[in-house]
């Protein structure tokens, strides 16, 4: 099971510390800068990175009654606090019809149709935000982030560790792939890639990817 933990821990063992963390209070540099990137945001990074099975939450929301479009599409919907990323839009509650047409913008869905049936990845504390029901390749992946984007302070080197920013791609590709083959076939809709614009934004201390 992950725990925080153990998820500074790994970042440690990526960044070559030999000596882990015995608690989350220990007063040691390498413990407050993985606190500064923990809060930064780091698991809604990487949950935003894929649609995990273990974050997957499905919703039935009915139209704003407080935004109503100037033109175009019918109906607004407010995306929900704990939303990071969209799997998918549907038109029944069995999840059959998908939402071919819709639009994403400023954290507000539109489209036609008065109730939408959706799956989003979430950081709710029942979902993403549950570290104990994190694969461990996840877990495996959150570690390496955070030492790829701890490393400029921790080693006070300012030039991104290559080897550690390859490390973490793989990782990433790794618990995507796990992730695929324990959940069922499904059509994504191809308004997920190609309607929806939802402004992302640039994080961490050094290159993304």
């Known amino acids: ?75 607004a919907f407010e995306l929900p606090n704990d939303y990071c990323a969209i799997n998918g839009i549907w038109t029944d509650d069995r999840f059959n019809c998908s939402l071919e047409i819709y639009d994403i913008e400023a954290g507000v869905i539109y489209c036609d149709f008065d109730t939408i049936y959706f799956k989003y990845v979430s950081n709710a504390s029942n979902y993403g935000g549950n570290i104990a029901k994190w694969p461990e390749a996840f877990g495996d992946w959150v570690g390496l982030r955070m030492a790829f984007e701890a490393q400029p302070l921790i080693t006070n080197n300012l030039n991104t560790d290559a080897n550690l920013d390859r490390a973490q791609q793989v990782a990433k590709l790794h618990a995507l792939n796990l992730d695929k083959r324990d959940k069922a076939k499904q059509k994504v809709p191809p308004g997920a890639w190609v309607s929806a614009r939802v402004n992302g934004f640039n994080r961490g201390y050094g290159n993304e990817f």
């Open 1 to 75: 099971m992950a725990t925080k933990l153990g998820t500074y821990n790994k970042a440690l063992i990526a960044l070559g510390d030999a000596v882990p963390l015995a608690s989350l209070s220990e007063n040691r540099l390498a413990r407050r800068v993985l606190d500064q990137v923990w809060d930064n945001g780091v698991v809604n990074y990487c949950l935003e990175g894929g649609f995990w099975g273990f974050a997957t939450r499905s919703s039935k929301i009915t139209h704003s009654t407080t935004i109503i479009p100037a033109f175009g599409f019918k109906y």
